[in-house]
């Protein structure tokens, strides 16, 4: 029985996300995805309990994955929720870089292993940071992330 915790920003999340999931889900006995409210990126653009009901929306086929929501370190995450695992998603090389590095220094901390899962082809291109910025030019990225969140992006526009 091993659980797993897939955390990140999740603003929005997307369809890359979507497929490590997707992959991870019949690896573990659960998996808790969790929208990490990051002080440093104050300048968010859904908030933390949207992007927290977007995630829930997005994994509802999935039986052994439940979603929350965290403020603080990824490895306090892990500790509170009783993850062994954390996993993350890696698009490139780039990302290798920085993932590698966190989960050296996860382990360092609590001694927690990190799980990288490569990105399917498909959508190794697809990042949150880009998706808000094309939709906030008014374009269409219904192709990279779920309905779910392209309605949210629907009613965001219409209110603003
Ligand atoms: O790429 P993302 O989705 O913005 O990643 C966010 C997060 C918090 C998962 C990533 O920055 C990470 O793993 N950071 C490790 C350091 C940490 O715990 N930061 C917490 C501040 S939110």
Known sequence: MTKA???????PVHLGHLDVVEAVAPLFSEIVVVAMFNP??????????EREALLSATFAHLSNVTTTRF??????????????????GVRSASDLDVEVQMAHTNKAVTGIQTVLVPSEPAHSFV??????????????????????????????????
């Open 40 to 49: 440093a990126k104050t300048d968010g653009f859904f908030e933390l309990d």
């Open 5 to 11: 915790l897939y955390p990140g920003s999740f603003d």
């Open 127 to 160: 990042s949150s940071r880009f998706i808000r910025e094309i939709s906030n030019c008014g374009e269409d990225v219904s192709s990279m992330v779920p309905t779910s969140v392209t309605e949210a992006l629907g009613r965001r526009k219409a209110n603003s």
């Open 71 to 88: 403020s603080g370190l990824v490895v306090t995450a892990a500790a509170q929720l009783g993850a062994d695992v954390i996993v993350k």
